[in-house]
């Protein structure tokens, strides 16, 4: 199946800290999707992105299909940012990453 | 736009007894459905495939008839807990695709159960 790594597994930041967060694939990829899982449970859909760079805010994510890796870059973290940041793979249904556990500390 | 529901957001019922979990797309149509469950600190898993008017599609190893799920109309899908054990204690979540963009999945807040 379909194998998907995100790395770092946890990540602790101090406010005002840039970081980056990346996801390996082990297949082609049809789309590619970020979300953010806040502290309460809600997964909050970031961004769709099969290939190419995306910015919304003060998040961007770059997809390099053909190296089979994204990354999703997080500037200026504030605590709200603070959880559990995934990538999935969409091929009808989404493969999950194990996730990466960003802590912001004020 | 595009806002899923999940209903209760938490139960605590006792071993022996079933717990219906109720999944809406409150703005837009889904012909598909999605549930998942997620044990703490892990990522999601997901357990199966709900369309609309059709029997869902389960996942290997996620028991047909100890979660049962309905999708009868294009706004509500239920998952059933039959018989609830301790260890079917979790968090589930429920996604709808949204017909109009056949690729894009949003979540519900999710349901935290506890059997005890």
């Known amino acids: 199946g379909i194998q998907v790594e995100q790395s770092p597994p946890d990540l602790i930041l101090q406010e005002g800290a840039n970081s980056t967060l990346r996801c390996n694939f082990s297949d082609s990829v049809n789309n590619l999707q970020w979300f953010h899982q806040n502290p309460w449970g809600q997964l909050i859909n970031l961004f769709y992105i099969p290939s190419g760079t995306k910015q919304n805010g003060r998040l961007s994510a770059t997809t390099v299909a053909t190296e089979r890796y994204s990354l999703l870059y997080i500037s200026s973290s504030q605590t709200t940012d603070s959880g559990v940041y995934f990538c999935a793979l969409v091929d009808y249904k989404l493969s999950f990453g194990a996730g990466t556990t960003v802590t912001v500390r004020a | 736009g595009a806002v899923v529901s999940q209903h209760p957001s938490r139960v605590i019922c006792k071993s022996g007894t079933s717990v219906k979990i109720e999944c809406r797309s409150l703005d837009f149509q889904a012909t598909t459905m999605f549930w998942y469950r997620q044990f703490p600190k892990k990522s999601l898993m997901l357990m199966a495939t709900?369309?609309?008017?059709?029997?869902?599609?389960?996942e290997q190893g996620v028991e047909k008839d100890k979660f049962l799920i309905n999708h009868a109309s294009l706004t509500l899908s239920t998952l059933t807990v039959t018989s609830a054990h301790p260890e079917d204690s979790s968090f589930y979540i429920c996604s709808a695709r949204d017909s109009r963009v056949t690729e894009t999945q949003y979540f519900g807040p999710g349901t935290r159960l506890l059997v005890l």
């Open positions: 709900s369309n609309e008017g059709s029997k869902a599609t389960y």
